[in-house]
């Protein structure tokens, strides 16, 4: 099992989420809520607006997301979904774990750090470090900035 941080339309609440809970392409489990170590820019970009992680430390905001335990065929998934390695890489992030759902020996502590695999990308227009950073996203949130499923055929 990984543990996969998601920060964009994958989140509960937003219009990707029910892929995460899709059996059928794999399994995922949510650990907790937590928020990057890190400054990192979360931008969102492109005519789609979609939200973007750039793989630059050190500058935007610490980022809020969900920690997820995943196996080897939702991240493989996870993969083809993020375009990755073309547009996003797959990438080590630290976390700090803030509220966490259920108790076992598997659940993560509030306070902890933990580390986890982010899709975020070194590949983006250089405008983009120019663009407003946020420290969540959501779809519906007072950025106006409406998320649309890219429905060209490529």
């Not at 998934?77 to 993020?82: H, I, N, T, V």
């Not at 580390?115 to 983006?124: F, G, M, P, Q």
Request: charged share 25%; proline share 5%; with cysteine.
């Amino acid at each position: 099992m990984y543990h996969v941080f998601i920060y964009g339309t994958l989140k509960k609440g937003q219009p990707n989420h029910s892929l995460i809970n899709n059996t059928t392409i794999g399994q995922a489990e949510f650990l907790a809520h937590a928020r990057t170590v890190e400054r990192y820019p979360l931008v969102i970009a492109t005519k789609n607006n979609y939200p973007f992680l750039l793989n630059v430390p050190g500058k935007g905001k610490r980022v809020h997301g969900e920690i997820y335990s995943v196996d080897q065929k939702m991240l493989d998934f996870l993969d083809e979904f993020e375009e990755c390695p073309e547009l996003y890489q797959r990438t080590k992030v630290q976390l700090e774990v803030q509220d966490v759902d259920g108790e076992g020996e598997n659940t993560l502590k509030p306070g902890s750090i933990e580390e986890a695999l982010v899709y975020s990308t070194n590949k983006y227009e250089p405008e983009w470090l120019l663009k407003q950073t946020y420290e969540s996203y959501d779809m519906n949130s007072d950025h106006k900035l409406q998320y649309h499923e890219d429905t060209s055929s490529e």
